[in-house]
């Protein structure tokens, strides 16, 4: 088993670190938090990119709700970020 670390990550998602940091602290991408960091498996994230069924709906359902929580009212952006697009585009997801 590969353990990568949130820099690590971030390349291998192609998306920013403070995302992954962002996205492992609401428990949108599998990890596991040891002290004050976040490491990650390769082989999770691979499967939760590429969907084998293990997180299935749970993780569909877990990103939709991320990508739609910012609304004017609570002075977020309107819509998701171009990170936020990229990853729901490789897991399949509407944005």
Do not use: W
């Not at 949130?6 to 192609?14: D, N, Q, S, V």
């Not at 082989?43 to 990508?67: F, H, N, P, V, W």
């Amino acid at each position: 088993m590969d353990i990568l670390t949130t820099k690590e990550c971030a390349a291998f998602l192609r998306i920013h670190e403070n995302t992954v940091l962002r996205y492992a602290a609401k428990g949108i991408i599998p990890h596991v938090r040891i002290g004050k960091t976040f490491r990650f498996s390769r082989t999770a994230l691979e499967a939760y990119i590429g969907g084998d069924g293990r997180d299935g709906e749970k993780t569909s359902c877990q990103m939709t709700e991320s990508l739609n929580d910012r609304t004017p009212s609570s002075g977020g952006r309107l819509g998701p970020t171009p990170a936020e697009r990229r990853i729901a585009a490789r897991l399949g997801l509407r944005s």
